[in-house]
Nanobody
Framework: QVQLVESGGGLVQAGGSLTLSCTAS????????MGWYRQAPGKQRELVAG???????NYADSVKGRFTISRGNAKNTGYLQMSSLKPEDTAVYYC????????????????WGQGTQVTVSS
């Protein structure tokens, strides 16, 4: 089973910056896609940013120009750089990874981290 762990959340003032990290562990053969999602109280979970194994990225309209998603030199790491933070960015942020684990025939996986709280004060 693939385990994802997020870190870097916390309390920041409006206009500030924060970087989230995601580390995956387990019998991973490959990670094809990684993404960051967020969920605010009373809201549906939404995609914030995604990145493919080829480096293609996409962002929610609400964060374009402010957030940057990337993958580290280590195969199983990902990052979300956040700047010009707004109070409406306050949410629990989740890392997601999709790919294949080691089996005789490769088995797909779709794993989520436990989430990390980001709170932006006005």
């Amino acid at each position: 089973q693939v385990q994802l762990v997020e870190s870097g959340g916390g309390l920041v003032q409006a206009g500030g910056s924060l970087t989230l990290s995601c580390t995956a562990s387990g019998s991973i053969f490959s990670i094809n896609d990684m993404g960051w999602y967020r969920q605010a109280p009373g809201k549906q979970r939404e995609l914030v940013a995604g990145i493919t194994s080829g480096g293609s990225t996409n962002y929610a309209d609400s964060v374009k120009g402010r957030f940057t998603i990337s993958r580290g030199n280590a195969k199983n790491t990902g990052y979300l750089q956040m700047s010009s933070l707004k109070p409406e960015d306050t949410a629990v942020y989740y890392c997601n990874a999709q790919g294949f684990i080691y089996t005789h025939r490769a088995t797909p996986f779709d794993s989520w981290g436990q989430g990390t709280q980001v709170t932006v004060s006005s």
